[in-house]
């Protein structure tokens, strides 16, 4: 189905095909270029770290840092569970356990007291994700990680653009992620990076990345590597998709404070959180009152060309999670209460009053019946 409005679609109107094309002309398309190297230099700087290292997608980027912190059977990685499934499914590759955790209700953000009294002798890592571009409490989660002597790492996948008290997130763990797939807020198509302000780990992101290449022999592997490159062309795309994040992410903002006017007055609750002003929006979310409301609302709009999407569900209520019966209140209430509105920055004000006026009209329908 064709909708009038989607979910989300890219801004390509930069200078994507430019790059691209130079990299067509040149014959540089595989995994390597200069669009690589730039991409990465662009990226640090621009988010503020020492260490860019691209990779094929946001999920490789997880299990990449993973490796390089030397994560493997016998460890224990906490992760969120209200949450994309990758974040659990890079630490089982991994070969070690996931701990899940419950999320805040006013931020959707992992709970840190929670995460205190989950924390063992076998615990390695607490994964933060800035989820739909809200951010995590860092500072009280960088003074656990300490405290414990744990590594911190950052799911950004969907926080490029999110800060914590004026700091972007990605620069408060050892090592942190980002995704460039095609609904997110800068794309590559497909495409990750992992960044760091450690030159021992970037030297060992490095290394597996590019298939365990031994810098000291020509065609010498000395470790199990992986096949995690970013090409030039997307690389390229990356490029062109920075010069313009200031822009973009202004207009998702701006976005952001149409929907929470215009649905005003409703029986929704619009998702803003504790830190508006650092929150990047990269997914405009609701919930709504019940979760016999949701798939009607959804089915609503859908009738009307607008897409939507369901909130992530809760990873532990998956099949290949769910082996013990467990209960985490806050992320189940979330995980069946909310809603993705569309969110690209192509959207006008008139569109977003159409979008919010059908969800005024569903409302007023159910009223009247």
């Known amino acids: 189905m064709t909708y009038r409005f989607p979910v989300y679609a890219p801004d390509l109107s930069g200078n ?13 398309i595989s995994g390597k270029g200069s669009f690589i190297d730039k991409f990465e230099k662009s990226f640090a700087d621009y988010i503020g770290v020492n ?45 070690a356990e996931v701990v899940f955790v419950d999320s805040v209700r006013n931020t959707w953000q992992i709970d840190v007291d929670e995460v ?15 989820l739909y571009g809200h951010p995590c409490e860092m500072e009280k989660l960088r003074k656990v990680c300490n405290e414990k002597d744990i590594f911190l790492m950052e799911d950004c996948a ?9 700091k972007h997130v990605g620069t408060f763990g050892e090592v942190s992620t980002f995704s460039f797939y095609g609904n997110k807020t800068i794309t590559t198509g497909e495409g990750g990076m992992v960044v760091t302000n450690d030159e021992t780990l970037y030297k060992r992101l490095m ?11 020509e065609y010498w592997h000395d470790v199990i590597g992986y096949n995690y490159r970013m090409t030039n062309i997307c690389a390229a ?15 998702k903002r701006q976005i952001a404070a149409m929907y929470k006017k215009d649905l005003e007055g409703l029986p929704v609750e619009f998702h803003s959180g504790d ?74 004000e008139k569109d977003v009053h159409t979008i919010t006026a059908a969800v005024r009209n569903f409302y007023k329908d159910r009223k009247g019946h």
């Open 116 to 130: 205190i009294k989950l924390i063992d002798k076998d615990t390695k890592v607490v994964m933060a994700v800035h």
């Open 275 to 348: 830190r508006p002003e650092e929150h990047s929006y990269w997914m405009c979310s609701i919930l709504v009152e019940q979760a016999s409301v949701r798939e009607p609302l959804r089915a609503h709009l859908k009738a009307e060309g607008i897409e939507t999407r369901p909130l992530f569900y809760p990873v532990h209520t998956m099949p290949m999670y769910s082996e013990a019966y467990r209960r985490f209140r806050v992320a189940e209430e979330l995980g069946w209460l909310g809603i993705n509105l569309p969110s690209y920055p192509g959207l006008s």
């Open 51 to 95: 260490h860019a290292v691209t990779c094929s997608n946001g999920t490789v980027a997880l299990h990449l840092a993973l490796i390089a912190l030397g994560i493997g059977p016998g460890d224990k990685v906490i992760v969120p569970t209200l949450t994309y499934v990758a974040s659990a499914n890079a630490v089982k590759y991994t070969g």
């Open 207 to 217: 290394h597996f990345k590019g298939q365990g290449l031994a810098h000291h022999r």
């Open 237 to 251: 795309i990356g490029l062109a998709q920075l010069e313009r994040i200031d822009s973009i992410l202004e207009k």
């Open 16 to 28: 994507e095909k430019k790059y691209v094309n130079e990299c067509l002309d040149t014959t540089w």
């Open 158 to 166: 969907e926080g490029l653009g999110t800060k914590f008290n004026g």
